[in-house]
């Protein structure tokens, strides 16, 4: 059974991204009045990347060009730690969300790196940009895996995700604890309104501007590895909304996990055409909008414990 589960995570783990950024354009799509690209639209833009020759400024050093692919494999590696299915992951031991966390830290070092590699003081802006703002986004992460850790006793990712509903009074947590990662998607992913992956105004770009001189096979590789961050906190999200056992019912957990991770591309699509991405200066008010609703879990889980 394991094996499987573990087959059908590696699996969505590969292809959900592709699919869940197709979900994204379309609902964009749709709520500009037009049909919009098909869902499987960027596959075939990365593949046209992979068959692209690479340019290289001769300023750079060899950490550029193998910045990319540690970016990717960190966050293939991050994907397969996240509890995607609810209580299972092919990679699972004890205070395994401390890796899971500062493996994506690994990631987003390596690219803060690679784009001040290039010399370009307008990357280096970005890089600055993406330290500032990942600094406010982890005690978030924590304080939400604190009060999962304290509600449920597990200390194992996929315990804390996929056991935290079968808990009294989950139905008063489950809102803020959602909040809480809707919004770290957003940052992990740079999504609007934090960031915006389509913009070209240099005052407000994060994430594209420090990939901006990547080109071919290694921008295929940072677009892909964002689409799977965007797929992993969309599966933790349905890892806390899935009620079904993976190991008891592998065929219904897998499709109840499939269509809340769409359902989120569809939330991700309708934030960003119903919004505009937020002043530089609004970002990190909003970002702190996830340490609060995680603290607010804490603390209502602190409370609950001292009174049963």
Known sequence: MKFLLSAIHILMALSMPILMAGVVNRTKALWAGRKGPRLTQTGSDLLRLLKKQPVFSTLTTPLFRVGAYVVLVTAAFAAMIAPVLGAFAPVQFDHDFVVFAY????????????????????????????????????????????A??????????????????????????????????????????????????????????????????????????????????????????????????????????????????????????????LTARFRMRSVPGYVLVASGTAAVCLAAVGWGARWQ
Request: charged share 10%; with cysteine.
């Open 103 to 146: 493996t994506l830290g690994l990631a987003r070092i390596v690219l803060m790196l690679s784009a001040l590699d290039v010399g370009s003081s307008f990357e280096g802006m970005g890089a600055a940009r993406e330290a500032s703002f990942s600094v406010l986004a982890e005690p978030a992460l924590f304080l939400l895996l604190g």
């Open 148 to 273: 999962a850790s304290v509600a449920t006793g597990y200390t194992s990712f996929a315990g804390l995700m996929g056991r935290w509903h079968a808990v009294a009074h989950f139905e008063w947590l489950v809102v803020p604890a959602v909040i809480t990662l809707f919004v770290l998607l957003q940052v992990e992913a740079a999504r609007v309104p934090v960031d915006d992956p389509l913009t070209h105004l240099e005052l407000t770009m994060i994430h594209e501007v420090m990939i901006l001189d990547h080109s071919g096979p290694e921008l295929a590789a940072m677009q892909y590895a964002a689409a799977l961050k965007m797929t992993i906190y969309a599966g933790l999200i349905a890892a806390l909304l899935n009620p079904f056992d993976p190991m008891a019912s592998p065929a219904a957990c897998t499709l109840a996990s499939l269509l809340i991770m769409l359902g989120v591309a569809v939330a991700v699509g309708c934030v960003e055409s």
